[in-house]
Structures are given as structure tokens and as C-alpha cells.
């Protein structure tokens, strides 16, 4: 037996490969044997026809490809990067990468290249989470465990369907119920998370930071939070508590979309629980409040002192496989590297570390900015910006003006190899090896189960051979992802709080290691925690007469993003459909749509058809279309938080009609 860790959602499962079979690792602590269905599918993704094999060069996005060489491949990459004045370079990288792949790439564009333009499909998902960590807590730090679910009392999801986007953390949480645990669903959706929930409140969509507002309002007006904790550990008390007592509750209870009666029956569980769990993901981040929308969440955990306890905290469930360990590396265009920023210090550190005087201490541009005139070479890696960024006709008006793209990616049929002018053949999940992190900071490896396919590279290997054809050999003479990871670890040593050294590679798939266990404390300078007031400021686009609908987006449970692998499988396909938009009975009735017809979903963006779902299971005047529905963005909204640069996925306004 193989042992392995899954390369879908951030849950990180582990698994055994056996001849031609995977299996639940049942002596790995995350899941225990258990295996969703996308996971234990794994195999059938690697020899498949959908696979890129050989390097592919064009001169114009209006040629057809041609098979060229790696030699010839990297030199015109080299070149190309040589020629351009480096804030004009950019890396758009993916949380699928394994740990060395980001740190390759991180250390040759910001360390060498001298590029700050190095981001990550994450910025999507997670920048949110990650700016308010920060501001609240010290750092990007995660500050309890996915199996703390089995100390707590109470568990409020938000913005998170885990029956979908995280099945055996949600396998979990039921096994937690029978325990004990109660669960709250607070979601405009009815979805199958909220089946199992004790309580389901169907919020109006961008009512969180209300709905969070009005709970630390009560916890203070009733004296019902933690005064010790407050007093000893958390900073702005006052200054909360001054601003709360002015705020109108009328008025916040509406924009919830909820009523007084089911606040109170919410409360009454939340003045019940000792122990309190808050998780989130999409729903919230993805908003151009999403930092706001964070603040306001783990307020209430601040004030309750619900917080470095076991079965207390706020837990952001990471979207995908790799997304922590592409932050712990540096993979945002906001950071350096190991969770350091671009300050003189922190620089004079990493220069020495890296024996390079190159790194600027400009930040980069972000996933969200870099499809843009002022960039000339992109090089994209494992991700498909053209398909998941916002307004997609915006997008691929940018991309096809700039001059030299590249595509790094183990599978045909992506968005944007429409506009690459070179495309490099990966390997992927099962033909590598490598580090990944998952959502509650456990590291463990992804094992090579097979052979990789015969012109096909690792990922660092790729900007390994970039980087020495630039004449970087000596800070790139890596020979294996032991080396590499090594050095990151050594690395790690540049930060007090992080003790990923302490990890033994060669153990990892069979003996996962878990960083910053120790921490049980604020890592801000005062050691503090930090409230922060914020409101609801309508920031996101309203909906009208002509557009009357607030669109959501999100996964389907057996299918991952595009679809790229998950497509593939016949078993895969039989849960939900590829294309589909959930509509409220009501509004379905007024429109005169019936079940399964099709319809026309326009934004002032763009239009994409497809198939009505007729259902109680969304709020009024609300729709749903999943990710698996590759034009989606065509309708989104381009508005972006301010601090995290994140898109409001989740809040487009658009209008239907029957075909």
C-alpha cells in the first residue's frame, strides 16, 4: 500500500493505493477511512485523453499550436522574461500546487526575477480569511482544529455548504451531533448542509455583517460576554461597544431578511453554549464587504473568549487542497515569504536567506488585478483565470492583449489556453510528489503512485529549468521536493511563530504534521486580540427593475471547479447536473418557468442559458447557478473588496427569462 493525501478540497483526506484501487486511509487522524466520492475517483484522472503530453508554441492566439521542444519551450520563456522589465512579469499560480511548486516559483519571481506580481487563484477564495486573521489575531493563523468540532457545543456555519464543498468534514459534524453538538445553518439557500442543522436561518444574501453586528450588540447590552478575557486580551473594547449601543437593531434585523422570532431562538442556543465553533468560507469571503464580513464573525468570539480553547474558535474551511501551504510559502502578490511582509526588515531577512539583492518592496499586483495592460509576460500555472475570475468578457478582452502568455497545466480544454502562446504539459495529481497543507494546518505528502507520463514535468521542475536558463543556477539546483522542502522549513525558522522545522519529510505521508500547535496566544505585537467595528455599507451591486435577482454561486458535491477532472467520470456525473439555476417557487410561477425549462440569465455584464430548478430551498428573489457551469461568469460582478482584493461573487444582480 501507497500512502497519499487527496488533491481536491482543503479538507485533505488520506488514502492508500493499492494495484488499481484507492481507498480511505482508516489510521490517518483527518478522515479515518472515510472518502468522498471525487477523492476515491482520483485514478481515473491521471491516463486519460483530456491530458496535455507535449510542449505546444504559437507566435499569435490566431495560429494553430505546434509540438515544439522543452529546450526550445524555455528558452523563448527565458527570453521573453529577460526582455521585459520585470513589474511587467507576472506568475499566476494555483492552491492546487504542492508546497514545493510555490515555494519554486516564489522564490524565482520575487527572490530573483524581482517580480512582486506572484498570486494565486487563493486570492478568490480565501484573501478575506486571510486579511482578517491578520488584523484580528496577528497573523494568517488558524486558530483551532477540524476535530475541535467533537469538544463544542454549538457549531454555526456560514456561508458554507460542507455537504457539498467539504463531504467528510460534514461526514464529521453529523458523527459530532450524535455526540451532542448542535448545529446552526445560516445560508439564502436550503442546501443540504442545512437538512442536518438543529436550526436553519435563510439569511438575505449580504446580510452577514448584520446578522453578526446585532449578536455582539446583544452579547454586550446584556453583559453576557467574557469580561476577564475582554479586559486582560482584547483591545477596542469601548470603542465596540460605544459604536454598537448607537446602532439601529430595527434596521440591522431587516437587511438580515430574518425575523425578531428566529434571532431570539437562535440566541437562546448561542447563551446555551459553553463551547462555540463559527465556520465560513465562500458565502462570506467572496463579498466586496468580505473582510467586514470576517471581522464581525470573529468578534464574537473575541468578546466571548471563545477563542485558543478546545472547541472554541473561528474556523475558515479552505476551499482547496493547497491554498494554506501556498500562503505559508508566500504565494501572494501581498506577501514575501513565510508569512512575512515587504517592511525593510523582513526583506533584509529574506535577501540574505535567498543570497539575493533583487526583491522589491513594492507589493505585486493580485489574481484579481494582473489580467491587465500593465503586465506583458504572464505565466499561469495549474488554474483557469479566464474561467473563474469575474465578468468574463472584461477578462478576456485583457488577456488577449497581452503579449506572451504561458500555460503550465496537466489537462487540455481550459478557458484559457484559448490565449496562451506556449502551453507546458504538468504532471498531476498521482504523477508527483510533494507537501500540501490543509485547512487546519495539518502537512502531510502527496505520494507519485505512478509513472509520469513521458514528456511531462513536476511543476518546480518547469520553473526550476526557468530559472537556471536565466542564469539562476546556484539558488536553483534542486534534485528532489526533499531538497526543496527543506529549505522551505529552514526558511520557516525567518518567523518565531511558525515551527514547520520540526517536520520530518520522509514521514509525513505516514506521520502528518500539525504547526503551530503551541500557539495559544495572539501573534499581534501586544498579544491582544482586535475588535474592529464595521457596518453594512450596501456596497455591493443592488438589484432593480430591470435586474430584479441576486445570483449565488457555488460547488456541487461531486464535481471540482470546471470540471476539468471531475467531467471525466460517469459516477461523477450522476449526483447533480453540469448546468442548472435554482428559482423560487414564487418567482418561478410569476415568471411563468416551470421545472426544467430552459432560461436566459442576463447581468448587465452577459447572458448564459440554462436549465431551471424550481424550488422552495431558496430565498425569493434569489438565484443559484454552480461552478460546474463554466460560463457563469459571464454574469458576475467585478466589484472587489478593498483589502483583499477578493471578488463579490455572491452578490450579481440579474434578471431571467423563459426561452
Known amino acids: 500500500m501507497i500512502k497519499s493525501v487527496c488533491g481536491y478540497c482543503g479538507v485533505g483526506c488520506g488514502l492508500e493505493y493499492d494495484e488499481h484501487k484507492l481507498i480511505g486511509d482508516i489510521t490517518y487522524p483527518t478522515n479515518q477511512g472515510k472518502v468522498c466520492a471525487k477523492g476515491v475517483s482520483e485514478l481515473s484522472t491521471i491516463q486519460t485523453s483530456s491530458r496535455l503530453l507535449r510542449p505546444l508554441l504559437r507566435k499569435s492566439i490566431n495560429e494553430q499550436f505546434q509540438t515544439a521542444s522543452w529546450e526550445s519551450s524555455i528558452e523563448l520563456i527565458a527570453k521573453k522574461i529577460s526582455e521585459t522589465p520585470k513589474e511587467r512579469v507576472g506568475f499566476y499560480l494555483s492552491g492546487q500546487l504542492l508546497t514545493e511548486d510555490y515555494y519554486i516559483a516564489n522564490k524565482l519571481a520575487k527572490g530573483f526575477i524581482g517580480t512582486n506580481n506572484v498570486d494565486t487563484n487563493s486570492r478568490t477564495c480565501m484573501a478575506s480569511a486571510v486579511v482578517a486573521y491578520k488584523k484580528s489575531l496577528g497573523a494568517d493563523f488558524v486558530p483551532l482544529r477540524m476535530d475541535d468540532i467533537f469538544s463544542s457545543n454549538l457549531l454555526i456555519l456560514v456561508g458554507a455548504n460542507t455537504a457539498e464543498a467539504h463531504v467528510v468534514f460534514h461526514n464529521n459534524i453529523k458523527k459530532a451531533k450524535k455526540e451532542g453538538l448542535k448545529v446552526v445553518v445560516i445560508d439564502p439557500r436550503r442546501t443540504m448542509t442545512a437538512e442536518i442543522a438543529d436550526l436553519y436561518i435563510p439569511i438575505k444574501a449580504g446580510g452577514d455583517i448584520d446578522f453578526f453586528n ?4 446583544r452579547l454586550i447590552d446584556e453583559e453576557l460576554y467574557d469580561k476577564e478575557f475582554v479586559k486582560e486580551h482584547i483591545n477596542n473594547f469601548e470603542l465596540l461597544k460605544n459604536k454598537l449601543k448607537r446602532a439601529a437593531t430595527t434596521k440591522m434585523l431587516k437587511r438580515t431578511g430574518i425575523s425578531s422570532e428566529l434571532f431570539e ?16 468560507t465562500m458565502g462570506i469571503n467572496q463579498s466586496v464587504q468580505g473582510v467586514d464580513k470576517n471581522l464581525s464573525l470573529i468578534n464574537t468570539h473575541l468578546l466571548g473568549g471563545k477563542i485558543f480553547k478546545k472547541g472554541n474558535g473561528p474556523l475558515s474551511l479552505t476551499g482547496q487542497p493547497n491554498a494554506m501551504g501556498g500562503r505559508e510559502v ?35 499586483l493580485t489574481a484579481t488585478q494582473m489580467i491587465c495592460p500593465q503586465i506583458d509576460v504572464l505565466i499561469i500555472c495549474h488554474t483557469d483565470p479566464v474561467y473563474h475570475l469575474p465578468n468574463r468578457h472584461k477578462t478576456e478582452d485583457a488577456i488577449s492583449k497581452i503579449p506572451f502568455v504561458v500555460e503550465i497545466n496537466a489537462y487540455e480544454e481550459s478557458e484559457s489556453s484559448k490565449y496562451a502562446h506556449v502551453r507546458l504539459p504538468a504532471a498531476p495529481w498521482g504523477e508527483k510528489e510533494g507537501v500540501q497543507t490543509n485547512l487546519d494546518r495539518t502537512m502531510t505528502k502527496q505520494e ?55 517536520a520530518s519529510y520522509d514521514e509525513l505521508n505516514v506521520k502528518p504534521f500539525v504547526w503551530g500547535e503551541d500557539i495559544k496566544e495572539f501573534l499581534t ?10 457596518q453594512n455599507k450596501l456596497l455591493s451591486e443592488k438589484p432593480s427593475l430591470e435586474f430584479p435577482f441576486i445570483l449565488l454561486t457555488g460547488r456541487t458535491r461531486d464535481q471540482w471547479h470546471s470540471g476539468t477532472k471531475t467531467r471525466l467520470s460517469p459516477t461523477l456525473l450522476k449526483h447533480k447536473e453540469l448546468n442548472f439555476c435554482e428559482i423560487n417557487t414564487e418567482d418561478a410561477a410569476q415568471y411563468g418557468i416551470k421545472d426544467k425549462d430552459e432560461i436566459l440569465v442576463c447581468s448587465a455584464r452577459g447572458s448564459i442559458t440554462t436549465k431551471a430548478v424550481v424550488t422552495d430551498a431558496i430565498r425569493a ?25 477578493q471578488p463579490d461573487y455572491n452578490h450579481s444582480a440579474v434578471t431571467i427569462k423563459r426561452i
Open 214 to 217: 446585532l449578536l455582539s450588540k
Open 265 to 280: 431562538e437562535f440566541f437562546s442556543l448561542y447563551k446555551e453554549s459553553q463551547n462555540i465553533i463559527t465556520a465560513w
Open 330 to 364: 508566500g504565494g501572494l502578490s501581498t506577501m514575501l515569504a513565510v508569512h512575512l511582509g515587504f517592511d525593510e526588515k523582513s526583506i533584509k531577512k529574506v535577501s540574505e536567506f535567498w543570497k539575493t539583492d533583487n526583491i522589491s518592496s513594492t507589493p505585486g
Open 448 to 502: 507519485k503512485l505512478t509513472r509520469t507520463s513521458i514528456d511531462c514535468k513536476a511543476d518546480w521542475q518547469i520553473f526550476q529549468l526557468i530559472a537556471q536558463k536565466l542564469g539562476f543556477e546556484s539558488g536553483f539546483d534542486f534534485k528532489n521536493t526533499k531538497e526543496i522542502f527543506e529549505e522551505f522549513q529552514q526558511m520557516s525558522t525567518l518567523n518565531d511563530y511558525m515551527d514547520i522545522h520540526k
Open 525 to 534: 505585537p501586544d498579544k491582544k486580540g482586535n475588535l474592529f467595528f464595521v
Open 621 to 645: 428573489k434569489t438565484l443559484f447557478i454552480p461552478v460546474t457551469n463554466r460560463e457563469v461568469n459571464y454574469l458576475t460582478s467585478d466589484l472587489l473588496d478593498r483589502e483583499s482584493l
